[in-house]
């Protein structure tokens, strides 16, 4: 069923993957990539309440997983709970400083929050890697 679900997601099928995610986390409770994949889809579909309650259950199995920090973060932002998200934010870039897409989040997450200096110190830094990306955020 995960890999089903997988495929599903990469084809752009949200409904269909977190169908098929729901039911693995159903039989294997414990399975943390269906869990944040299910996170994923729901938020991409805009179910951010629920996506939010995922995510949290994804980051309590793996406290310390960057990944999962950052989609939680990204849902929070979306959410409106800008708060929670520039603290998760904050520790996935103090765990990988070198991963461009949690830089990224932070800096997005930084703008939301009204830290705008920051926020441009981190799109700077992007900026420095991809100069002639005009799809970066400001």
Request: some cysteine; aromatic content about 8%.
């Amino acid at each position: 069923l995960f890999d089903r679900a997988q495929e599903e997601i990469k084809a752009g099928k949200l409904a269909e993957a977190a169908t098929l995610y729901r039911a693995v986390v159903t039989h294997d409770p414990n399975h943390f990539s269906a869990w944040m994949n299910l996170g994923t889809c729901l938020r991409r579909m805009g179910h951010l309440d629920a996506a939010i309650m995922v995510g949290e259950r994804a980051l309590g199995m793996k406290p310390d997983h960057v990944g999962c920090m950052t989609n939680l973060g990204n849902a929070l932002v979306d959410n409106s709970e800008v708060a929670r998200a520039l603290d998760l934010q904050r520790r996935a870039y103090a765990l990988d400083p070198t991963d461009l897409l949690v830089v990224r989040n932070l800096a997005v997450a930084l703008r939301e929050a009204g830290k705008f200096d920051e926020a441009f110190q981190h799109f700077n830094a992007l900026r420095a890697h991809f100069p002639d990306d005009a799809t970066l955020p400001w």
